[in-house]
Structures are given as C-alpha cells and as structure tokens.
C-alpha cells in the first residue's frame, strides 16, 4: 500500500510540474512516506529526518530552498507532536490528504507576512508559523474519493497496483492501522474497473489488487452489489489483463466464491497471502482474530482441495503478550501442517493506543528474537523446499527488472519467486511473459531457460 501511495504521490507532483531528480542534493523538495505499523519503522523516519535536517542547512547556507514534507501514517499518528520534535519539518500530511500535496507544496514556497495566500480547501488543515514561514499540518479523514482526484501515470510499467478499498475495521489488538488509515471503505466498482481499463489500455498486463482487508470488499449501490469475488472475475475479463494478484486478505472474509475463482481464472495467480499471526487459537482470541487455528486450517484444506497447486503465503508475529511456550510451539506445528511458500515474520511490536499494549504478560525481546529466529528458520526451510521442487517445472515469468550483471533479467513467477535468466540480450525479454524452464533454485531466486 505504501509503494502504491508513494507511486501516486510521484504521479501528482509530475502532474504538477515537477521533475524528480536523481541526487537528492539536487532537491528542492523531499516527500518521506511513512509506516507506523511497527516501532522499528517509527524509529526510521526520525533518522531519516535527522538526516534530512543536515542537507537543509547545507541547502539553506547556499540560499537553495530544501521543503521536507512528512506523509503516511507515522505522521497520521504523531501529528502536531512531529512538527514540534522535528522543527525543520514543512509539511506533516496523513494517508488520506496526499491529493492536496501539490497545493500544500506551493502554499509554503515562499515566505508570507500573514497566512492569507494558504488559501487551501480543506477543513482538517492547520497552519503553523516559524520565521513567517507556513508549515502544515494535514492529517483529517476525509469524505471525499481521494482516488478519484488521482493520475495514473503511463511510465510504460507492465504491472500496477490499484487500491480497491483503504481502512480496516477489523481492530486486531496489536495493530495501529485501523487508527492511522481509518474506517474500511471501498471503492466504487465501476470505477476501479474504469481504471483497471485504462492501465491495460497504456500497456498494463498484471495488476495487484490492494486493500488492507481486500477480501472484505464490499460494494453496492441502487442497483448492484459486489463482492471481492466479483470484482476478481470483472478485472480478469479485461482485455490484455493477463495477471492479477491481491494482497492482503483477511481469514474470515474468504468465501468458497473465492476459492473457486482462483480454480477457475487463470488470469488469478495461484499465491494466496493469507495471513494467520498465530498457531495458538488463545493468542489468535487475544489477538481478535475472529478465527480458530481448526477454522484457518480447513480454510487452507479448502483453498487446496479446489486449487492443489497454489502457494500459500502468511504472516506472523512472535511473542504477544501471553504467548507462552506452548503457544509458541503450536504455532511450529502450524507452519508445518500448512508448509508455506513464503512468509513474513515479525517480533510484537506495542503500538499506542491499541489494546494489545496493556495487556499483561508481556513477552521478554530476548525471548522474542529466539522465538522468530526459530520461527524463520522453519519458515526458510519450507520456501527453499518450494523453490526446489519448481525445478524441472515451467513457470510463467514477467520479466520487469534488470539484473546485477548486464547479461541478466529478473522477473516475477505466478507463484511471486523472483526468477533470474542468464542471456545475451535482456532487452528482448524485458516487459514479457515467458515460460521459464526452471533449472535452479535458493532460498530467494529461481533460475532458469526460456521455453519456446
Ligand atoms: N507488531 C508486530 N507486527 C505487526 N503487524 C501488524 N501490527 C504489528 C505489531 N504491532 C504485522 C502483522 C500484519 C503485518 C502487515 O504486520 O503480521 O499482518
Ligand atoms: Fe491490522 Fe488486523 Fe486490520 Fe490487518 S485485519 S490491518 S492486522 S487490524
């Protein structure tokens, strides 16, 4: 969601008549996009900043204006508090005002007397003062379809993301997005699939869905409803659309509409990122997930009994509050009934203001790092196994990236392995879909020869 945000943000200010540039010494305006999902990102951005602090007084002894503009959901989250820790700070902007950037941009150019040229229309923005410089803080809910106001911009890329719904009211205990990002809404669907239309119409082939819960999207006027699975089938049929892919769904939300679409669609890649957090049906209660480890497991025994192929992907988070040994192996013994593709792992991390943060028993960080070092050893084991048995398979690869080396060419399978291939003439499979016969495989990479 983040990339997709600061892929927008791009977007507008391109459309506003600004050039990104390479060096950022040769900036005249830096946009940091923020997570506030676990301290650790928190703790980035301040460094970052720090940072940032020294280019502008570099920038200010040579007379050359340096405008830092601080958006995503730490600056949702620390608001005020950011422009007053960090000083030198212009611009603190939520994940739902980044539209208005362009305008908050130009209202801080230049110095002003009073504020009466930061003529912006909106009712959540505030305006700060230092040296009769404006410095803004931005950070309401707004009503508004902030997509509506943004470009899609045809930078010739063959695969987009496109958000279909912002917010979650799930209220897991330990997470901060329901806070930051707001409410679950959804988007219009017609217009998701107008959008849709036009990246495949400016050469787009693979498009991932994008939603914090995405399988929870819901969307129904006066004469029609649609549910995730819906809207699945309406993007496939797009014509030139050849890939689609979703992330993240949600364990309670998925419908046997959905599984079966995936059996169905052979444009819906066979990856499923289900994320579980737990193997302990007691932490998974702490942790309102609203399902059992029995439910997620039948969950999965469906998913594969309709799809036997498909990789399943998960995330997970170590050491919550009153996970104790047991519940710690237990989650083990989840990941080996499963048996994943990949996964992402995390130590529990309190955030403000969620409920998880008072809850006793807090997990010891010693205890923590042991339990994910465990954990991801497993995990690596599994993904090295998947990657292995791909060889002597043929995968479907678009290839997008260079690279290290200029005989290379690094693409993406429909089961989301990064494939690299060995070639005199990469320029001839860049931005292509091709059957890769794989030959070998790591932890992190396949490789592999075309298939004609
Ligand atoms: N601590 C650690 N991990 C977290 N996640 C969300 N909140 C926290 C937290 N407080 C993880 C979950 C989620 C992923 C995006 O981040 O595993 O699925
Ligand atoms: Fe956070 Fe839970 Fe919502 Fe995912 S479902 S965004 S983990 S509250």
């Known amino acids: 969601m983040n990339v997709y945000d600061s892929d927008k943000v791009s977007a507008l200010l391109l459309c506003s008549g600004m050039s990104k540039v390479e060096e950022l ?27 940032l602090r020294e280019r502008k007084e570099a920038r200010f002894a040579e007379g050359k204006p340096f405008i830092i503009a601080v958006g995503g959901c730490v600056a949702q989250a620390e608001g005020a508090k950011m422009l007053e820790r960090a000083p030198f700070v212009d611009i603190v902007f939520g994940p739902h005002t980044y539209n208005e950037l362009p305008n908050m941009i130009r209202s801080v150019r230049k110095p002003t007397d009073d504020g009466d040229h930061v003529a912006l229309e909106t009712a959540h923005l505030e305006i700060f003062f230092k040296n009769k410089r404006p410095r803004l803080l931005n950070i309401g809910f707004s009503s508004e379809d902030k997509y509506k106001s943004l470009p899609f911009l045809n930078v010739e890329k063959k695969s987009a993301y ?32 107008q959008e849709a239309k036009s990246m495949a119409a400016s050469g787009v082939c693979e498009i991932t869905l994008l939603g914090q819960n995405v399988n929870s999207y819901r969307y129904e006027d006066v004469s029609e409803k649609w549910l995730f699975a819906d809207l699945i089938r309406a993007v496939c049929e797009i014509d030139g659309i050849k890939r689609v892919f979703y992330t993240s769904s ?20 066979p990856f499923w990122h289900l994320p579980v957090q737990s193997g302990s049906t007691n932490v998974l209660r702490a942790m309102n997930r609203h399902y059992s480890v029995d439910d997620y497991k039948r969950t999965v025994d469906n998913i594969r009994k309709y799809n036997p192929d498909i990789a399943m992907c998960s995330d997970f988070i170590v050491g ?16 080996r009934y499963v048996n994943y593709a990949q996964a992402f792992s995390f130590k529990y991390s309190p955030r403000p203001n969620t409920v998880a943060c008072d809850l006793p028993d807090q997990v010891d960080d010693s205890v923590k790092a042991e339990r994910l070092a465990r954990l991801q050893s497993l995990l690596r084991e599994q993904q090295t196994q998947f990657n292995t048995n791909c060889i002597g398979q043929t ?13 290379q060419v690094l693409g993406k399978s429909q089961f989301m392995q990064s494939v ?32 004609n």
């Open 320 to 335: 919550f509050p009153g996970e104790d040994d047991e519940a710690f192996e237990q989650t083990l013994e989840l990941v």
């Open 25 to 51: 010494d040769d900036a005249d305006v830096v946009v940091l996009n923020t997570c506030h999902v676990r301290e650790k990102a928190k703790h980035k951005v301040y460094t970052e900043l720090g940072y």
């Open 162 to 193: 496109l958000a279909i719904q912002e917010g979650c009211d799930k209220f897991c205990t330990y997470c901060v997005v329901p806070h930051t990002r707001g409410r679950e809404v959804s988007r219009d669907a017609q217009a998701i699939i």
């Open 250 to 269: 949600h364990p309670v939300d998925v419908t046997l509409d959905l599984i079966k679409a995936h059996a169905e669609l052979p444009q819906l890649m």
């Open 395 to 407: 995968l479907s690869v678009l290839f997008q990236k260079h690279g290290k080396c200029s005989n």
């Open 420 to 451: 690299v291939l060995h070639t005199p003439n990469p320029e001839m499979y860049m931005n292509s879909i091709r059957n890769v016969f794989i030959t070998g495989a790591t932890l992190s990479c396949l490789e592999g020869r075309i298939v």
